[in-house]
């Protein structure tokens, strides 16, 4: 189908290791990203993957990518409080058109 | 780095009332813009594709008499919501990005409208 899908939430407590999942539906797609949502607030850029890499690492983010399986996810290292947000991916299809996932809800507890 | 602004970011208005959203890139020229909805709780649904100097590509399922979009220059589109309706309340976002030759240029996101029709 056309759906991008997450899991809706996540909780963790802080100083662990948060990891998000995506599975996405556009085999041509050739980046792959990540944004996040505070409330209320518009999407925020955090990192990107091109479709013929593996996994890309940027300070405490590390995105693993498994083109075979459209699989997609997001480490966050020493998750903080201020975290917590939702967390959406997206891929770019044909036109430049972006689809996001459902979005994973992250709570980090203190 | 490349920002998107969008005004107004919160609308409290009547029923059938017209209310008019833009959507600017303020240092580099964006040929094509998005507009989004989001639901509370949802996830962005695009609405529309906003091309400047032509007619905009309006998903399935949304009424472009309703939506009305128009992009007569390179750093600015508006979203016009016609006789707004309660059930038009929502939180509508608009992204570009950088055109050009740079595949990988992802989205950069206003900070969205919340419209809130009585």
């Known amino acids: 189908g056309e759906d991008v899908e997450q899991s809706l939430f996540l909780s963790v407590r802080e100083g662990d290791s948060s990891v998000i999942n995506c599975t996405y539906t556009d085999s041509s797609s050739t980046y792959l990203y990540w944004y996040k949502q505070e409330p209320g607030a518009g999407l925020q850029l955090l990192t990107y993957i091109f479709s013929n890499m593996d996994m890309k690492q940027d300070q405490r983010l590390t995105v693993l990518l498994n083109k075979k399986d459209k699989h997609l996810s997001l480490r966050i290292a020493d998750t903080q409080t201020g975290d917590s947000a939702i967390y959406f991916c997206?891929?770019?299809?044909?036109?430049?058109?972006?689809?996001f996932g459902t979005g994973t809800s992250l709570t980090v507890i203190p | 780095g490349a920002v998107v602004s969008q005004h107004p970011s919160w609308v409290i208005c009547k029923s059938g009332t017209s209310v008019k959203i833009e959507c600017r890139s303020l240092?580099?020229?964006?040929?094509?813009m998005f507009w989004y909805r989001q639901f509370p709780k949802q996830s962005l649904m695009l609405m529309a594709t906003?091309?400047?100097?032509?007619?905009?590509?309006?998903e399935q399922g949304v009424e472009k008499d309703k939506f009305l979009i128009n992009h007569a220059s390179l750093t600015l589109s508006t979203l016009t919501v016609t006789s707004a309706h309660p059930e038009d309340s929502s939180f509508y976002i608009c992204s570009s990005s950088i055109t050009g030759s740079y595949s990988n240029q992802p989205q950069h996101f206003g900070d969205g409208t919340r419209l809130s029709i009585l």
């Open positions: 906003s091309n400047e100097g032509s007619k905009a590509t309006y």
């Open positions: 240092d580099f020229q964006a040929t094509t």
């Open positions: 997206a891929e770019k299809r044909t036109g430049n058109q972006f689809y």
